[in-house]
């Protein structure tokens, strides 16, 4: 019986694997412990360990560098769609098919709070800057904003704009920025209250922020990976040849947001050079 794991590798496509890769492109480590597919791996803020969330609806704790499995926290009745560690690195919060947001502490694996208040799965979960609030996004068209300092379990601001399922979340000092299957990337500047909107005519199904916070990189349902100039919605470039149009595929930059790396439905991590696409 073949043991579901998490794998931490980028296999290259034709085009760009015979050059001497500035990135890493071998498996450095196989992670065998989950008893079903594995939906979201995230480190934490260091890169010392990181996360797993399953199918089998556990969250695990692992050292990846010695291919060691730490603690198993159970808690959700769904599988786990997401997961956000806190800058600390003492709490963590998950999401999944069971519409609960669970609030964690990661030494003791105790459940510190359950929020509740979304009215289908939660597709997408991130902290704020100072780890005193929790961003989530749901298949119930809504995101929801849950304050960890109170003991309330109900959510203290509701956006409910998008016009599907909101797919992904990202959180910077004054924005919230959200994607959603109605083609819309969601910008909420929480300072003044306004909110803009860049609409594509395609579903989006993954959205991340390049690290210099001028770029949007999305994942959209037809085989292409689309980059945005954050200041004005203007279309840089498109990336293709992953498959991507049955299944939500995560999509990211390099450290240096020189390179884009997008998963694929062909079981194959597709990498392009940012500006040579």
Known sequence: KRIPSVRLF???NHQIEKMPAPYPNKEATVMKGHSGPVQTVRFNSDGG???SGGVDKTIKLWNPHKAQLIKTYTGHGYPVNDICVSIDNSKFASC???RPVLYWDV???RLIR???GHMGAVNSIKFNEDNSVIVTGSYDRTIKIWDCKSNSIEPIQVLDEAKDSVTS????DHEIISSSVDGGVRYYDIR???MSVDMLPHPIT???LSHDKNCVLLSCLDNCVRLLDKSNGELLSEYKGSKQSQFKVDSTFSNDDAYVFSGSEDNTIYVWDLLDA
């Not at 979340?169 to 910077?172: E, G, H, M, R, Y």
């Open 114 to 116: 359950k929020f509740k």
């Open 49 to 51: 360990y990181c996360l």
């Open 96 to 98: 999944g098919g069971d």
């Open 206 to 208: 993954s959205m991340t």
């Open 169 to 172: 979340i990202f959180i910077t």
């Open 10 to 12: 980028i296999k290259l």
């Open 107 to 109: 030494a003791t694996g």
């Open 192 to 194: 003044s209250g306004y």
